[in-house]
């Protein structure tokens, strides 16, 4: 069984900073794609940054420049370093991650519990 641990987030003034990390855990697996995505309300979860399996990154535009995502491969973390937040920003943020399991063999998708990110004016 694979879990995605996240931590992080909170509440934090427009033109702040604040710092997500994501985890996973388990045994027996490899990492192919992981990143963040994330859902304010009334609206979708879209994507916010990933590591493709080739290792590239993959940002929204709406965060380029200002979000940067970093991954730490021995440890099956990444982490999400957010500056110049805006309140537009605010949302839940969430961790996913493609999986490799070898016993028995499976390939998903896994999904953190979430973590609320709050940008104030």
């Known amino acids: 069984q694979v879990q995605l641990v996240e931590s992080g987030g909170g509440l934090v003034q427009a033109g702040g900073s604040l710092r997500l990390s994501c985890a996973a855990s388990?045994?027996?697996?490899?990492?192919?794609?992981m990143g963040w995505y994330r859902q304010a309300p009334g609206k979708q979860r879209e994507l916010v940054a990933l590591?493709?399996?080739?290792?590239?990154?993959n940002y929204a535009d709406s965060v380029k420049g200002r979000f940067t995502i970093s991954r730490d491969n021995a440890k099956n973390t990444v982490h999400l370093q957010m500056n110049s937040l805006k309140p537009e920003d605010t949302a839940v943020y969430y961790c996913?991650?493609?999986?490799?399991?070898?016993?028995?063999?499976?390939?998903?998708?896994?999904w953190g519990q979430g973590t609320q990110v709050t940008v104030s004016s």
């Open positions: 996913n991650a493609q999986i490799v399991v070898f016993q028995p063999w499976s390939i998903r998708g896994y």
């Open positions: 388990g045994s027996e697996f490899s990492v192919n794609t």
């Open positions: 590591f493709t399996s080739g290792g590239s990154t």
